[in-house]
């Protein structure tokens, strides 16, 4: 089923989700099992698995060169995505990037998922590789999530790159695209940002899934922005529980958002990483409840594979 389906099917319950990300290379997908099994009991309608493209790393040798080595640490999206509907009969939503694909990569990334019998994707630009200040698109490739977004739409009309039969097959994917409530790190304004989100959904994307954020009034004047400058689709919140105390820096540094002050204070009061751990389910607990008073489609955690804290605040909230 779509995701746009299953929120219709909830009739306004508030559906949960949440979203793992693949095990480094190495490693078998007992892990993912694993992570996901204790969650099974809140009947998650979805599973979203993250993509992680290419990194590079120069590794020097005898003669003092360096040689640059391009390493995948986390392959493995779409086998997990195929493993995961085989297994649970869940929908499994990879997301898929512009960065490191053409746009002949992302047509047939798109056409192994729609023969797996995967409908759902979340299109998304990516960040630039790690040594790299600025996002590089792939030359054919694109350039902004809007952009992945047309293609997807295009080939869900039947529009391949070139067109191969008179007749082409048509898919029926549903398409997920990121909202940041306090903004993409690299766009000038929140109003501008907005904008382009609106350009995803006119592309055709179907439902938003915003970044973490830990004040809910954040995301609710993300919403009332949305709604007023016409998005009218779904707009699903992302959550995450705090785990540990270098999460204080670390979060605000990868993702450019900001913290409350009374979580940093209860933060920064507790003497080891249990302690931290509890504070953030509460906290997260507590978004959640206030969340769902306000009506939202689907609360989506971001689980990073670790389901006990997941497991907790679903334990009070579903
Ligand atoms: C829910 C969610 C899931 C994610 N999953 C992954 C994942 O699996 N793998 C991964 O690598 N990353 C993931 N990310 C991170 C994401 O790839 C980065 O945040 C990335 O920097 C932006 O992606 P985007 O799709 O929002 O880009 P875009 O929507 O393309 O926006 C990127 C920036 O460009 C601006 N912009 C957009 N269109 C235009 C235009 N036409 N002209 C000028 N400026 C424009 C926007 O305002 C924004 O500042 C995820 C993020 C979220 C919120």
Redesign the pocket.
């Known amino acids: 089923m779509k995701i746009t389906e299953h929120i219709t099917a909830a009739k306004g319950k508030t559906l949960f989700s949440f979203?793992i990300l693949p095990p480094l290379k190495g490693q078998n997908i007992q892990s993912i099992f694993d992570g996901i099994d204790p969650l099974m009991e809140f009947n998650p309608p979805f599973i979203?698995v993250?993509?992680?493209?290419e990194e590079y790393v120069y590794i020097e040798q005898p003669n003092g060169f360096l040689e640059k080595k391009v390493v995948r640490k986390r392959p493995g999206t779409v086998g997990i995505c195929a493993a995961i509907q085989n297994k649970y009969g869940i929908d499994a939503v990879p997301?898929i990037?512009?960065?490191g694909f053409t746009k002949e990569d992302t047509e047939n990334f798109l056409i192994d998922l729609d023969f797996l019998g995967i409908h759902n994707v979340?299109?998304?630009?990516?960040?630039a590789v790690k040594s790299e200040t600025y996002?590089k698109p792939e030359l054919k490739g694109n350039?902004?999530?809007?952009d992945l977004v047309n293609q997807i739409s295009e080939i869900n009309r039947g529009q391949y790159l070139d067109n191969p039969l008179e007749k082409n097959h048509t898919t029926d994917f549903c398409v997920g695209?990121?909202?940041?409530p306090e903004?993409?790190?690299?766009?000038p304004s929140l109003d501008?940002?907005i904008e382009?989100?609106k350009?995803?959904v006119a592309a055709g994307a179907e439902y938003v899934?915003?970044?973490m954020f830990f004040d809910n009034s954040k995301f609710f004047e993300f919403v009332a922005k949305c709604r007023k400058s016409g998005i009218t689709v779904p707009i699903i919140p992302?959550l995450k529980p705090i785990a540990t105390k270098k999460q204080l820096t670390n979060i605000p540094h990868r993702f450019h958002l900001n913290l409350p002050e009374e979580l940093i204070r209860a933060i920064n009061n507790c003497k080891t990483d249990l302690e931290v751990r509890e504070v953030g389910v509460e906290w997260c607990t507590a978004q959640s409840k206030e969340l769902i008073n306000s009506g939202v489609e689907v609360l989506h955690y971001y689980s990073m594979g670790k389901s006990t804290n997941i497991h907790k605040i679903a334990a009070s909230v579903f």
């Open positions: 979203e979203d993250t993509y992680h493209r997301h990037l512009c960065g979340m299109a998304l630009r990516g960040d996002f350039n902004f999530a809007s695209v990121a909202g940041y903004k993409h790190m690299e766009a501008n940002d382009k989100l350009a995803k899934v915003t970044q992302g």
